[in-house]
């Protein structure tokens, strides 16, 4: 899967051990803000029927292929599809201009072999779970070969090692279908979306600070759309980064649309991940979950992602700002028919 900042890779262990504890006998999950579908994909793999919903196209795209997509329906046609994309010829294009020339997130060379692959898949008219599958497959194979620290908010001073591989493409793992029933994603406003929610169980796992999903992965949007938009700054990045504002964002505007998300849902169990680097505190997110009932944490310490670590440079290959703390705190507030043992959870 793609690098992502606030992936729960390395929390999904602890996630999936949360759900499983609370729905013993299975059901319905909900991730309402899936991300790069980590979290879906893992509890789909474990037997849920799994909902996942994001906002962002890309987004959305990877839940479509990692969630709803069944391998058994899917897996011979994918294959067919990527075998095909594997014989285009490279074509400079818009990609490889916006974002391997005038930005250099990408080598030029595989730049053009997106470019065709891109186009190819436009061509195809595929169905949307087998375009989903195919847009993924292409989407992890630029990742592989980016020249970024994880976000595509800057790039390498120099290219980066693996960025003067070839692009290779790769089915996506996607997983057989599930005993409960189709699992599904959507493309929608969290908000919005949280009354008609139908669940035994909704994850949340919501932006927490001023860090746009949409403009750390600006890039992903616009392969997946292929709009072809207008940018801006040494980014390259969409100009509706600029317009498409989430509250989720904004100090001011986050307690309100959690709480909003939160008096919305109607199920049972709630599982809400945050850290202590957000807008929230860990009083403040305890207080909003207490009118759903008894309210358990669970605290993981992790290192900071790599960018922080490292630090971002400008193109010139100057440090732009200091490294602060390397650590930080993951939190997950779980409220639900059942007791932890957080004794065993930590």
Same mark, same amino acid.
């Given at each position: 899967?793609?690098k992502?900042?606030?992936?729960?890779?390395?929390?999904?262990?602890?996630?999936?051990?949360?759900?499983?504890?609370?729905?013993?006998?299975?059901?319905?999950?909900?991730?309402?803000?899936?991300?790069?579908a980590?979290?879906?994909?893992?509890l789909?793999?474990?037997?849920?029927r799994?909902?996942?919903?994001?906002?962002?196209? #890309? *987004?959305?795209?990877?839940?479509?292929?990692?969630?709803?997509?069944?391998?058994?329906?899917?897996?011979?046609?994918?294959?067919?599809?990527?075998?095909?994309?594997?014989?285009?010829?490279?074509?400079?294009?818009?990609?490889?201009?916006?974002?391997?020339?005038?930005?250099?997130?990408?080598?030029?060379?595989?730049? *053009?072999?997106?470019?065709a692959?891109?186009?190819?898949?436009?061509?195809l008219a595929?169905?949307?779970e087998?375009? *989903?599958?195919?847009?993924v497959?292409?989407?992890?194979?630029?990742?592989?070969?980016?020249?970024?620290?994880?976000?595509?908010?800057?790039?390498?001073?120099?290219?980066?090692?693996?960025?003067?591989?070839?692009?290779?493409?790769?089915?996506?793992?996607?997983?057989?279908? /599930?005993?409960?029933?189709?699992?599904?994603?959507?493309?929608?406003?969290? /908000?919005?979306?949280?009354?008609?929610?139908e669940?035994?169980?909704? #994850?949340?796992?919501?932006?927490?600070?001023?860090?746009?999903?949409?403009?750390?992965?600006?890039?992903?949007?616009?392969?997946?759309?292929?709009?072809?938009?207008?940018? #801006?700054?040494? *980014?390259?990045?969409?100009?509706?980064?600029?317009?498409r504002?989430?509250?989720?964002?904004?100090?001011?505007?986050?307690?309100?649309?959690?709480?909003?998300?939160?008096?919305?849902?109607?199920?049972?169990?709630?599982? /809400?991940?945050?850290?202590?680097?957000? #807008?929230?505190?860990?009083?403040?997110?305890?207080?909003?979950?207490?009118?759903?009932?008894e /309210?358990?944490?669970?605290?993981?310490?992790?290192?900071?992602?790599v960018?922080?670590?490292?630090?971002i440079?400008?193109?010139?290959?100057?440090?732009?700002?200091?490294?602060?703390?390397?650590?930080?705190?993951?939190?997950?507030f779980?409220?639900?028919?059942r007791?932890l043992?957080?004794?065993?959870?930590?």
């Amino acid at each position: 899967m793609i690098k992502y900042i606030g992936s729960k890779r390395a929390l999904l262990g602890q996630v999936t051990a949360t759900v499983a504890t609370l729905l013993p006998q299975g059901g319905t999950v909900c991730d309402l803000f899936s991300g790069s579908a980590r979290v879906g994909h893992a509890l789909k793999g474990q037997g849920f029927r799994v909902w996942s919903n994001d906002h962002n196209a #890309y *987004a959305h795209t990877l839940a479509t292929a990692y969630v709803q997509a069944d391998r058994e329906r899917w897996l011979e046609r994918a294959e067919v599809v990527l075998a095909e994309l594997r014989t285009v010829t490279p074509a400079r294009g818009w990609f490889t201009k916006a974002f391997c020339e005038d930005a250099r997130f990408f080598h030029p060379d595989n730049g *053009a072999v997106v470019d065709a692959m891109r186009d190819r898949i436009t061509a195809l008219a595929l169905e949307p779970e087998l375009e *989903a599958i195919a847009l993924v497959a292409l989407m992890e194979a630029a990742d592989r070969v980016d020249s970024t620290a994880g976000l595509q908010m800057a790039y390498m001073k120099t290219w980066a090692p693996r960025a003067l591989k070839p692009l290779e493409l790769r089915m996506p793992d996607i997983l057989p279908g /599930v005993a409960g029933g189709p699992c599904r994603a959507t493309h929608a406003d969290a /908000v919005a979306l949280a009354p008609e929610i139908e669940a035994d169980l909704v #994850y949340l796992d919501p932006p927490y600070n001023q860090h746009s999903y949409l403009g750390n992965y600006h890039c992903w949007e616009s392969l997946v759309l292929w709009d072809k938009p207008e940018t #801006y700054g040494v *980014a390259n990045k969409r100009i509706d980064v600029k317009t498409r504002k989430s509250a989720f964002n904004s100090r001011p505007g986050i307690g309100p649309a959690l709480e909003a998300v939160i008096g919305g849902l109607k199920a049972p169990n709630l599982v /809400v991940s945050f850290n202590d680097e957000g #807008y929230l505190s860990r009083e403040q997110l305890v207080a909003m979950l207490s009118t759903r009932g008894e /309210v358990q944490v669970i605290e993981i310490a992790r290192p900071r992602y790599v960018g922080a670590r490292i630090g971002i440079h400008s193109p010139k290959g100057e440090k732009v700002g200091t490294v602060g703390r390397l650590r930080n705190v993951e939190y997950l507030f779980v409220v639900g028919e059942r007791r932890l043992d957080l004794a065993d959870a930590a």
